[in-house]
């Protein structure tokens, strides 16, 4: 896909992929516009789950009618909030809102109603838009009617707009004017052209470390990491190939990585409503002849155990990121011709950081940097291999905007993103260590909570285990492990700790055998939910 030669980087000598940077006055609609010029109007770039297939063309006649209907009903100088599944009317409402210099957010909706609440009013937000059908679907009505109550300016509650509503207000004017506008579509971006640096996305952190943060993400923050995500994949991604996102979109692997990398690439999507449907999404994977899907390694895990022997023929890789694929999932996927990639990212980061491809590959590391990303490694007092990876880059978000100063982007210092999390770096590749918040101090030693996962994971690889530590009178902290393995026991664990040589501070001082271990709406492990797990059984004692 590259005609020339790759530069190459001074760090490692190896070729590095051509990344172009995104200008100023780019915005994710403008990208969609220059896609569609690249590829032409007439492609099938996105279907949704229910299978209706969409051009060029199509989108950006949708995004138009849809974004000035959505701009007429909602404050002029606030964010939008979009709360929806995985549809096309999701991406409609965002290209836009986008089109017309709107700021959108996209909520969780599995967060529960006081990180919500939290949510609306970090960001100020006035204006939901959701669908009936998706609130009837999802058992919603309780959620929506304690968020339309909430007071988020003097005088002014929470809006909610449905968008079958929007739909029946729609003229033949309103259908003809998106026709025409679309013809020349330059217009609306250039009348209403956002600043530079003012947020186009708005997506919030879960809460589990006090109340939900916004994190402002600008046009050239979310077109820069879908571009390197593309340059990065070069020779391994192509615009044949067909892209499965079921990742939500209030999450930044799903709505950057799984949604706007293959739009603005020339890569068909189809959008699927739930990552939770591990029967469907195999058959649909068949079905349409997916190449590439995008997941975590929780969801992949439960695709593997539902899907028949020809589910996945059409599979060319699986791009796996939010958490550590296991080596028991591995082994699942090891039955198929699909090759697992796995990745690394923070939503503060648009999200995508790091990523292994076909040609750099090493099994453990989560790869080496995207074009245009910039490392360094912070020294973290008692860790001796690695430090605190900070990262500089296009891709790096405008800032927060948190509780405490509500529609006030606080922008990273010089620049520079701090992930909190260990890393090392060999050759280029990246190889987490774990987070510096998951990091215990036993007897005066740094323990990696996620590395006594591990331990715990090659002994018992097909159960799900996480490390708390609490506080300990004697040696400052404890470990506790919490698994859904039945007949997990501690002498077992002890014993294969000493017989692969890890330390004895490694072992977990006590267990917690539970029938399944919480998870967020994003695939992640829901470890604030765990930690509470944990506190309530002590307390019980």
């Known amino acids: 896909m590259v005609a020339r030669p790759a530069p190459f980087s001074p760090r490692n000598n190896q070729p590095m992929p051509e990344f172009c940077p995104v200008t100023p006055d780019t915005t994710i609609f403008s990208a969609l516009l220059d896609a569609r010029t690249q590829h032409g109007g007439a492609k099938i770039i996105l279907r949704d789950g229910d299978g209706e297939a969409y051009s060029y063309n199509k989108i950006v006649i949708a995004s138009l009618v849809l974004g000035r209907a959505l701009d007429r009903r909602t404050h002029p100088t606030v964010p939008v909030a979009l709360l929806l599944p995985n549809v096309a009317a999701l991406a409609f ?15 969780n909706y599995t967060a529960g109603v006081r990180n919500l609440a939290s949510a609306l009013k970090t960001g100020q937000i006035r204006d939901i838009v959701t669908s009936r059908k998706f609130v009837d679907k999802a058992n919603l009505h309780d959620l929506i009617d304690q968020l339309s109550s909430l007071e988020v300016a003097p005088g002014r509650k929470v809006c909610v707009i449905y968008l079958e509503d929007v739909r029946a207000s729609l003229t033949s004017l309103d259908k003809a004017r998106g026709a025409i506008l679309a013809l020349a579509p330059g217009w609306v971006v250039r009348r209403h052209m956002m600043l530079p640096d003012r947020p186009a996305v708005l997506l919030f952190t879960s809460g589990t470390e006090g109340e939900p943060k916004g994190v402002a993400l600008t046009n050239v923050n979310v077109v820069s990491n879908a571009r390197q995500i593309f340059a990065h994949g070069s020779g391994a991604l192509s615009t044949a190939d067909i892209v499965l996102n079921p990742l939500p979109m209030f999450h930044s692997f799903g709505l950057t990585a799984g949604t706007f990398m293959p739009l603005l690439s020339g890569m068909t999507v189809v959008l699927y409503p739930s990552p ?59 039955q198929t011709n699909a090759t697992i990639l796995e990745g690394y990212g923070a939503t503060e980061c648009s999200p995508v950081i790091s990523v292994n491809i076909p040609s750099a590959c090493r099994l453990g590391s989560v790869g080496t940097a995207l074009p245009g990303v910039q490392t360094r490694l912070v020294p973290v007092e008692g860790i001796t291999e690695g430090g605190r990876l900070a990262i500089k880059g296009p891709n790096v978000m405008a800032g927060y905007v948190l509780a405490s100063a509500p529609g006030v982007v606080v922008p990273p210092t010089d620049g520079w993103h701090d992930t909190g999390d260990i890393v090392t770096i060999d050759d280029g590749f990246i190889t987490i260590r774990g987070r510096a918040k998951r990091f215990a101090k036993l007897a005066g030693e740094m323990v990696s909570l996620a590395a006594v996962e591990s331990l715990a994971a090659s002994l018992w690889p097909d159960a799900n285990h996480v490390v708390v530590a609490l506080p300990d009178p004697k040696k400052g902290e404890q470990l506790v492990l919490v698994t859904d393995k039945p007949d997990a026991d501690r002498a077992a664990l002890h014993a294969h700790a000493q017989s692969h040589g890890f330390p004895e501070l490694w072992v977990p001082r006590a267990m917690l055998v539970v029938g399944s271990i919480p998870v967020l709406g994003s695939g992640k492990t829901d470890l604030a939910a765990t930690l509470a797990m944990v506190r309530q059984t002590r307390s019980m004692l």
């Open 93 to 107: 409402a965002a290209l836009g809102l986008n089109a017309y210099g709107r700021t959108f957010a996209v909520l």
């Open 276 to 334: 939770l449907h591990y029967r469907e999404i195999p058959k649909l994977i068949r079905d349409v002849g997916v190449t590439v899907l995008f997941a975590t390694d929780t969801f992949l895990a439960g695709y593997a155990k539902a899907a028949k022997p020809d589910d996945f023929a059409s599979l060319r890789f699986v791009i796996a990121g939010a958490e550590k694929v296991k080596d028991a999932t591995r082994a699942l996927w090891s």
